[in-house]
């Protein structure tokens, strides 16, 4: 077995163990695998192993690393779109994770309504009111996903965060839960390598994992 795969069979096990450990089936929890900057050396055996959902951060990295490879597979954007780029996104993506303003959400809308496709999106919330990451304020979310369901047509499947860097990252999960329980949405992309276990406890229903499984990008 390849170190890879081995990483990667035992993240699986930690996402076992700490979803049985807070009461939870860990069938309720899937892994993101974050495949973004991997050489396909360390992608392959992964994949080979029966991971299906991989992360992507960049559209044209993920088309290059991707295309002809996607067939059967789930692809997740969870980096920052540009609105030029949502064409491109829409054709290539089955999820989108990083929806964050209204321009971006009319230019899903219009192109969704133009290819036919309807990849899920998730709203990312900046739960620190970091200045420099991209996300939507906690106290804008709530009229931010009216706004995306009300004005431009759009099925928001859940909500996607990440902690600031040095902090606890527990209070932002919870903030995270929170603001999706009250806007009826079941589905928490919330956190890492570092933190999932944490995220987990307060109800991830999916975890973005890249350096514990393919090892520290290059």
């Given at each position: 077995?390849?170190?890879?795969a081995?990483?990667?069979?035992?993240?699986?096990?930690?996402?076992?163990?700490?979803?049985?450990?807070c009461?939870?089936d860990?069938?309720s929890v899937a892994?993101t695998?974050?495949?973004?900057?991997?050489?396909?050396?360390?992608?392959?055996?992964?994949?080979?192993?029966?991971?299906?959902v991989f992360?992507e951060n960049?559209?044209?990295?993920?088309?290059?690393?991707?295309?002809?490879?996607?067939g059967g597979?789930?692809?997740?954007?969870i980096?920052p779109l540009?609105?030029?780029k949502?064409?491109?996104?829409?054709?290539?993506?089955?999820?989108?994770?990083t929806?964050?303003?209204?321009?971006l959400?009319?230019?899903?809308?219009?192109?969704?309504?133009?290819?036919?496709?309807?990849?899920r999106?998730?709203?990312?919330?900046?739960?620190?009111?970091e200045?420099?990451?991209?996300?939507?304020?906690?106290a804008?979310?709530?009229a931010?996903?009216?706004a995306?369901r009300?004005?431009?047509?759009?099925?928001?499947e859940?909500?996607?965060c990440?902690?600031?860097?040095?902090?606890?990252?527990?209070?932002?999960?919870?903030?995270?839960a929170?603001i999706?329980a009250?806007?009826g949405?079941s589905?928490?992309?919330?956190?890492?390598?570092?933190?999932?276990e944490?995220?987990i406890a307060f109800?991830?229903?999916?975890?973005r994992v890249?350096?514990?499984?393919?090892?520290?990008?290059?």
């Amino acid at each position: 077995m390849t170190a890879s795969a081995q990483a990667y069979a035992d993240v699986v096990a930690r996402i076992a163990r700490a979803a049985q450990a807070c009461g939870r089936d860990p069938a309720s929890v899937a892994l993101t695998a974050v495949s973004k900057e991997q050489p396909w050396e360390a992608v392959e055996p992964v994949l080979a192993a029966g991971q299906r959902v991989f992360g992507e951060n960049r559209v044209q990295d993920a088309m290059a690393r991707w295309k002809g490879r996607a067939g059967g597979l789930e692809l997740r954007l969870i980096g920052p779109l540009q609105s030029n780029k949502a064409s491109e996104a829409v054709a290539f993506f089955d999820v989108i994770e990083t929806l964050d303003r209204q321009k971006l959400a009319r230019a899903l809308s219009e192109e969704m309504a133009r290819q036919g496709r309807s990849p899920r999106i998730y709203v990312q919330v900046n739960t620190g009111e970091e200045p420099q990451k991209a996300g939507v304020a906690p106290a804008e979310a709530d009229a931010f996903i009216a706004a995306c369901r009300r004005d431009f047509g759009l099925t928001v499947e859940g909500l996607m965060c990440i902690p600031p860097l040095g902090e606890p990252p527990g209070p932002h999960f919870a903030r995270l839960a929170k603001i999706a329980a009250r806007n009826g949405l079941s589905e928490l992309s919330m956190g890492m390598s570092g933190d999932f276990e944490t995220a987990i406890a307060f109800g991830a229903t999916r975890v973005r994992v890249g350096s514990a499984v393919f090892g520290e990008r290059p």
